[in-house]
């Protein structure tokens, strides 16, 4: 009954059809034999193979039309209406395994057919040939299926069976295709299908022993702005009436909306899985996937797709990691470090600790390549990270506050890259519902924890430089105006941390693109740091090339940081210097000056309070805007960069008395003041969106206010904590922040800041099947495993590169500078380090990330 003896016009069809007010009762049947006459002509079986062309002309149009707009104009969620109509696509392929298990050769053969009209698509010599090697091997096995039917004798049946056999694998590529899975009211858009089934894949196809090899590819199909998913989750109102408009009516010019033609690309319409031989390449895939679905929108009368994107991956010579120069230089770059490490630790561990006891080892006498021997030595290096022993004013709540801190930036970042990924197959739930608990805003509100690293750059900086103004006085008058000082400052902070940047951006682009594999995965900076890594070196990345590339978009703190340290830095510092009371006046008003251009920009653009999700998904409409507007501007994050230096100042300048110690003894009272304001402003910054997050909705005053005190108070919060803890009055939050087990996690946190979103990147796109979000314990369990696993990858690039470049760092400066009689007790580098620990603005880089 499917394929009649004569062409069948599918109005005739339609009229024909049995249906009730809502439209053909029997869609899940209909739609694979809608599919089966798009994708296989009617013939007879007196018909040639190739003759006949597909049945369908414009007077189709509005009988297709009308069907989907009758069976779905109750749906309110224009993502499942769409997947819906691609449901008769992915089913096409089990129609025709079942044809061919059944023997159905005729309709087999239409297979041969659909790739014979491939040749007009630009489709590669060699990825056509195996797939008409598949097409031909399923006309087989059909072929067999028919044969047996009419087979009773144990003479004809060994020889079929075996036959089967030989061509059982043509099922194996049919069932790794991707299928349509459960949850699509949750938007799981992954049908991603079997990757490792598709990877198995391995037959001969000739005599000449040439293999078919099964490659898995991925596609992803972008929808229209028109029919963009996250539509029906917005404000509540009327019912849009073009969406019951009957498909052949067309709006006037000055009805139409311009974004409806543009591509939605936030999220994929479909990610589906394909398993395709390799010799096709992502483009010829592309061609056939356009050719697929451009026979659906046939169907349906209006256009679905704007775009279709394929990632395909496979195990041939040019995608190995031999074949890519720059990859082969970091793996020898890499190696080398490995080797100075493992040399420079026996050298040490061997030679200069017994010369050490026999006091016959002098660091200065040593020759260069010994000194840069002893700069990898692990032992070394790695005893002065473990060293917890407090060293005279050295302020160890900060080594809590950082450590905490980047926990906080990494469980934020856990949430985002998990839902950024698109690997969830609940994620509309995992956006929509994970802000509107309470507690959660802990996580979704993690962003503010980038302010608290903007805080502790401007303290640590303000606090050393002015100890050496006021106390140590080992920084002049004039030394602290002069041009030339400040070049060499910034010289030092920018080879103080561009080295291990370089190495992290070298194996991102590299190394880190063949760690893994599987159907989701793919090059964590797949062309961005290739050409604009100069721009990330420049640490101009939050103003350039923002819209068109992007490499490591998470180091835009990094140029916001050094930015600081350029521009606001030495205003802040010569003002307090010169003058106390102009000094603080000029940085208030720049944190006015800054929070008033945020207001302004916020109310101009109608963007949401804080970069936060809610029951809305607001921000993630306005995502990219705001990061451009917003997030990543200089003049918008400066407020806590400035809190922290007038905190820096104001700790050096209350002490001006005492030499070594920075304790300031309170009242009990103006303490007790002073941590209910912080705690205050603390929650209210947290906590005080919740509502919004909860409902989506927000008054203009509410959000006015937050604009405003939000960001603001969380710097006056984390303010008086460091004041607090690091001049006496911290009492319990001082012994917390400054425990032991802090101290070498707070060393290294520069490194896990720089290489932590890699390793989520890693540990979400390496899983073979969809991430399943479910409860706030499993997400406690996985922020446990990727701190864990950062701050690993931390220590380890604080050795290869870190610590040997402070180190090195160190030593040329010292070279330049007048040289003076070191201390006897001074051994193994250890004057080069303090003269380079001891230099304005430098030693707070380790802290300041």
């Known amino acids: 009954y499917l394929y009649p003896p004569s062409p069948l016009s599918l109005s005739s069809l339609f009229s024909a059809l049995p249906s009730t007010d809502k439209g053909v009762f029997f869609l899940p049947s209909m739609s694979r034999f809608l599919l089966l006459l798009l994708l296989f002509q009617p013939i007879s079986t007196s018909d040639s193979l190739f003759d006949d062309e597909i049945q369908f002309d414009e007077s189709d149009v509005p009988h297709m039309g009308s069907l989907f707009t009758d069976l779905f104009s109750d749906s309110k969620q224009q993502l499942i209406l769409d997947l819906d109509l691609f449901r008769s696509v992915i089913n096409a392929h089990m129609e025709y395994g079942n044809a061919i298990q059944e023997g159905n050769v005729e309709l087999v053969k239409y297979g041969m057919q659909i790739v014979e009209k491939m040749k007009e698509l630009d489709i590669s010599a060699a990825c056509l040939a195996d797939m008409f090697h598949l097409t031909w091997s399923a006309v087989e096995y059909a072929t067999y299926v028919e044969e047996t039917k009419n087979c009773t004798t144990c003479q004809c049946t060994p020889m079929i069976h075996q036959k089967k056999n030989e061509r059982q694998w043509i099922f194996n590529v049919l069932d790794a295709m991707g299928k349509m899975p459960s949850g699509l009211t ?278 050393i430089t002015f100890k050496k103004l006021i106390k140590d006085k080992t920084i002049k008058r004039h030394q602290i105006l002069s041009v030339g000082g400040w070049l060499v400052i910034y010289l030092r902070r920018y080879l103080r941390l561009t080295p291990m940047y370089v190495m992290i951006m070298l194996m991102n682009v590299t190394l880190f693109t063949f760690v893994s594999n599987g159907p989701f995965w793919r090059p964590i900076e797949p062309e961005g740091c290739r050409h604009t890594w100069w721009v990330n070196l420049l640490y101009l990345n939050n103003f350039l090339m923002q819209d068109i590339e992007c490499c490591m978009g998470w180091t835009w703190y990094m140029a916001n940081d ?177 425990f032991k087990t802090f101290i070498p996690l707070g060393k290294i946190t520069f490194g896990a800041y720089l290489i932590h979103p890699i390793m989520l990147q890693i540990y979400n796109l390496s899983r073979p099947q969809p991430f399943h979000f479910t409860t706030f314990f499993q997400m406690f369990v996985h922020f446990i495993e990727t701190v864990f696993i950062s701050y690993f990858a931390a220590l380890l690039i604080h050795l290869l590169v870190e610590a040997p470049n402070q180190i090195f760092e160190g030593l040329l400066f010292s070279s330049l500078a007048k040289p003076r009689k070191p201390r006897p007790e001074q051994k193994n580098g250890e004057r080069a380090i303090e003269d380079h620990e001891k230099s304005p603005m430098i030693s707070e880089s380790n802290g300041a990330h």
């Not at 802040?572 to 106390?580: D, G």
Request: glycine share 6%; with cysteine.
């Open 186 to 463: 949750g938007g799981n858009n992954l049908w991603v299908g079997s990757w490792t089934g598709c990877r198995k894949i391995e037959v001969v196809k000739n005599k000449q022993g040439q293999l078919w090899k099964g490659q898995y590819c991925l596609a992803h199909l972008n929808p229209y702005n028109r029919d963009n998913p996250l539509k029906s989750i917005g404000p509540s109102g009327p019912a849009d009436e073009k969406c019951f408009q009957h498909p052949n009516t067309t709006a006037t010019p000055a009805e139409e909306d311009p974004n409806d033609s543009k591509c939605f690309d936030l999220i994929p319409l479909l990610n589906f899985g394909l398993c395709m031989p390799d010799t096709c390449t992502a483009y010829d895939v592309r061609k056939m996937v356009k050719f697929a679905y451009r026979g659906v929108e046939a169907l349906v009368g209006r256009d679905l797709v704007c775009n279709v994107s394929v990632e395909c991956r496979n195990e041939r010579e040019e995608a190995e990691i031999s074949q890519s120069p720059l990859s082969m230089f970091t793996l020898v770059l890499l190696s080398f470090l490995i080797i100075m490490c493992i040399f420079g630790s026996i050298y040490d561990y061997v030679v200069v600790s017994d010369q050490k006891e026999k006091n016959q080892f002098h660091y200065n006498s040593q020759p260069l390549f010994i000194k840069s021997l002893l700069a990898f030595s692990v032992y070394n290096n790695l005893s002065k990270v473990m060293e917890t022993e407090e060293k005279g004013d050295q302020i160890s709540c900060l080594y809590g506050l950082r450590f905490l801190s980047m926990c906080w930036i990494i469980l934020g970042h856990l949430y985002y890259y998990i839902a950024r990924s698109l690997t969830t197959d609940n994620l509309i739930p995992t956006l929509v519902n994970f802000p509107q608990m309470f507690y959660t805003q802990i996580i979704v509100q993690a962003p503010l924890a980038v302010d608290s690293f903007f805080f502790l750059s401007g303290m640590l900086a303000c606090y």
């Open 562 to 738: 050094f930015q600081f340290h350029v521009v606001l830095f030495p205003i802040i510092v010569i003002s307090l210097y010169l003058n106390k009371k102009v000094g603080l006046a000029i940085s208030g008003l720049m944190i006015v000056l800054s929070t008033v251009a945020k207001l302004i920009i916020m109310e101009v653009n109608d963007y949401p309070p804080a970069p936060l999700l809610t029951a809305k998904l607001t921000i993630v409409q306005k995502l990219d805007a705001y990061w451009n507007d917003v997030y990543v501007m200089p003049y918008i994050r400066c407020g806590p960069f400035i809190c922290g230096c007038i905190v820096g100042y104001l700790m050096i300048d209350l002490t001006r008395e005492k030499k070594n110690s920075i304790q300031y003894p309170m009242k009990w009272r103006n303490a007790a003041i002073g941590w209910t304001i912080s705690t205050i402003l603390g929650l209210y910054s947290v906590f005080g969106l919740y509502e919004y997050a909860r409902t989506g909705d927000i008054s203009d005053w509410w959000r006015i206010l937050y604009v405003v005190m939000g960001r603001n108070g969380f710097s006056l919060a984390i303010s008086w904590v460091t004041f607090a803890c690091s001049t006496g009055n911290g009492g319990l939050v001082t012994k917390i922040l400054a």
